[in-house]
C-alpha cells in the first residue's frame, strides 16, 4: 500500500495524470499481498526450522568438519544463481564494454560469500565479538576505497547489498540462530544474528580486488550488444514459464546443498518431511506470485514515474521521489519482515517487529535519497559512501552491543526483490540524463546507499531507546 500511495500522490499531484491500466496496477498488489502471505507462511514450515534444525544437529555432534563446508556451501549456493547479482555482474559487463567479465564477478562475489559464511561460524562457535570483525573489515573496505580505480567503487558497494536475497536471508539467519540456541552463553540477539552483515561485507573487498586488477592489468575486453527486447517474443504464457523456472533454479542449489548435508552427510532423515517439501513450495509459489506482482503493475509504473521526473528536471521531486519509493518499497521486503520477526521472538520486550521495520524503511528513505542528491550535484562517489560507512563504524562504539549484529544484518536484508530493480533502474537512469556523469561510475551506488543508512538508522534507533525507556514500553 506505501508503494501504491507513492504512485498515486505523483501522478495526481505532480503529473496530473492517471497511470495506464489502474486495475492492472490494483490486481499486481493483490498478488504481491496474496504471495508474501504465502513466502511468509512457508519460511516458518520449511526454510527456518531446517536451517536451525542443521545447526543443532551439527553442534550436538560436534562435526566442526562438516559445518565449515556446509556454510561455504550454503553461501555459494545461494549467491551465484542470485538473479540481483546476476543482473549487476550483467549490467556491469555491459556498461564496461566488456573489460568486466560477468562471470568472474559472480563467481568472485559467491566465493566470497561462502567464505565469510565460514568467518561467520567461527565467530558463533568461538563467541567473537561481531563489532570487532566488522570494524576490521570494513576499514579494509574504506583503505581498499581509496586504491581501486573509480570506476569498480560504486559496483563493489552494490555488490555487497545483492548478494543476500528473499531465500537466503531467512535461511542464513536461521543458521546463525540454530548456533546461537544450541551452544551454552551465547546471546540469540547478539551472536545469533551477524551473518547476514558479513555476507554484505567481504564481496565488497573482493570485488574492488578484483576491479583493480582488471584495471590494472586486463585488457580493454569485448563490446557486449544490448539485449534486443524484441527478440523476446515467446509471449505471456512462456514468459510466467520461464519465470517460474527462474525461480526454481535460484532455490534448488540451496535444497541441494540442505539434502545432501542432512541425508549424505549427517545420515538423518528430515523430521516431519511433507511440512518441510509444502513449506518449500509455498516459498517457491508465494516468491514468484510475490514477483510477478510487481511486474505487472509497480515496476513498469516506478520506471515511468523516474523517467518522467528526469525530463521535468526538476531536482527536488526527484529526490523526493527517491525518498518516498525508497520507504515504500522498504516496508513491502518480505525478507525484513520475516527478519524483524525472528528478532521480535529473539528479544521479546526489547525489539519491536513494527518498529524496526519503520526505522529501516525510514534509512532506506534516506540513504536513496542522498545517492539521488550525490548523482544531481556530482562529486566522488567514494567520499559519500566512505563517510557513510566511517559514521557506522563511529556509532558501533556507541550503541548497545546487543543491537550491532542486528543493525547490520537489517542492511543486507533492504535490498532484495522489491527494492534492487527500482532502485538501479533509478541510479542509471539519472547518471544517463545528467550532464557530465558516467553510467558506470555514477550509475551504481544507490543500493549501497540503501545498505549504509539503516545500518545507522537502527543503531541511532537503539541508543535513543536505551536513552527513553519509554519510548521502548510504547514501541512494544
Request: proline share 5%; aromatic share 10%.
Amino acid at each position: 500500500m506505501p508503494i501504491v500511495a507513492v504512485v498515486v500522490v505523483f501522478q495526481v499531484l505532480v503529473f496530473r495524470s492517471v497511470p495506464d491500466a489502474p486495475l492492472t496496477l490494483l490486481f499486481g498488489v493483490l498478488v504481491v499481498a496474496v504471495g508474501i502471505a504465502l513466502f511468509l507462511h512457508g519460511l516458518d514450515l520449511s526454510i527456518f526450522p531446517v536451517g536451525k534444525n542443521l545447526a543443532n544437529q551439527f553442534v550436538r555432534r560436534g562435526a566442526l568438519r562438516l559445518l565449515l563446508p556446509f556454510g561455504f556451501s550454503i553461501g555459494f549456493a545461494a549467491s551465484v544463481a542470485e538473479p540481483a547479482v546476476i543482473a549487476v555482474a550483467e549490467q556491469a559487463q555491459l556498461v564496461s564494454g566488456g573489460r568486466i567479465n560477468g562471470l568472474v564477478l559472480r563467481f568472485i562475489i559467491a566465493i566470497s560469500v561462502g567464505l565469510v559464511m565460514i568467518l561467520g561460524i567461527l565467530r558463533v562457535l568461538r563467541g567473537w565479538a561481531v563489532h570487532k570483525l566488522l570494524i576490521a573489515g570494513y576499514a579494509v573496505v574504506l583503505v581498499l576505497s581509496y586504491a581501486a580505480p573509480a570506476e569498480i567503487i560504486g559496483l563493489a558497494y552494490d555488490s555487497g547489498g545483492v548478494t543476500t536475497n528473499i531465500v537466503s536471508v531467512p535461511l542464513i539467519a536461521a543458521i546463525g540462530l540454530g548456533l546461537a540456541s544450541s551452544i551454552r552463553g551465547r546471546s540469540l540477539l547478539s551472536d545469533g544474528f551477524g551473518l547476514v552483515a558479513l555476507c554484505v561485507m567481504v564481496p565488497m573487498i573482493g570485488v574492488q580486488l578484483y576491479g583493480t586488477w582488471v584495471y590494472a592489468f586486463g585488457g580493454a575486453g569485448a563490446e557486449v550488444p544490448a539485449a534486443d527486447p524484441e527478440a523476446d517474443a515467446g509471449g505471456w504464457v512462456v514468459g510466467m514459464i520461464l519465470g517460474l523456472a527462474s525461480m526454481v533454479r535460484e532455490v534448488l542449489p540451496i535444497v541441494g546443498v540442505v539434502l545432501f548435508f542432512q541425508y549424505v552427510a549427517l545420515r538423518r532423515r528430515l523430521a516431519h518431511p511433507m511440512r518441510v517439501v509444502v513449506g518449500f513450495a509455498m516459498v517457491l509459489v508465494g516468491l514468484y506470485a510475490f514477483v510477478v506482482g510487481l511486474r505487472l503493475g509497480l515496476f513498469p509504473i516506478g520506471k515511468l514515474m523516474a523517467e518522467q521526473l528526469i525530463e521535468q528536471d526538476i531536482p527536488v521531486l526527484i529526490v523526493l521521489f527517491g525518498l518516498l519509493i525508497g520507504f515504500a518499497t522498504t516496508m513491502a521486503e518480505p525478507a525484513l519482515l520475516a527478519i524483524g520477526e525472528q528478532a521480535e521472538v529473539a528479544a521479546p520486550g526489547r525489539i519491536s517487529a513494527t518498529a524496526m521495520r519503520v526505522i529501516v524503511a525510514v534509512g532506506v528513505a534516506f540513504g536513496i535519497a542522498f545517492g539521488v542528491y550525490r548523482i544531481l550535484v556530482g562529486g566522488p562517489f567514494h567520499y559519500f559512501i566512505m563517510a557513510a560507512y566511517a559514521v557506522a563504524v563511529v556509532l558501533v562504539f556507541f550503541a548497545p552491543k546487543y543491537i550491532i549484529a542486528l543493525a547490520f544484518d537489517m542492511g543486507g536484508v533492504t535490498t532484495s526483490e522489491v527494492t534492487v530493480p527500482l532502485v538501479t533502474a533509478l541510479g542509471i537512469g539519472l547518471a544517463a540524463a545528467v550532464e557530465g556523469r558516467d553510467v558506470l561510475i555514477d550509475g551504481f551506488g544507490l543500493i549501497a546507499f540503501a545498505s549504509v543508512f539503516p545500518v545507522i538508522s537502527v543503531m541511532v534507533y537503539a541508543m535513543v531507546v536505551e536513552r527513553f525507556p519509554r519510548l521502548r514500553r510504547e514501541a512494544a
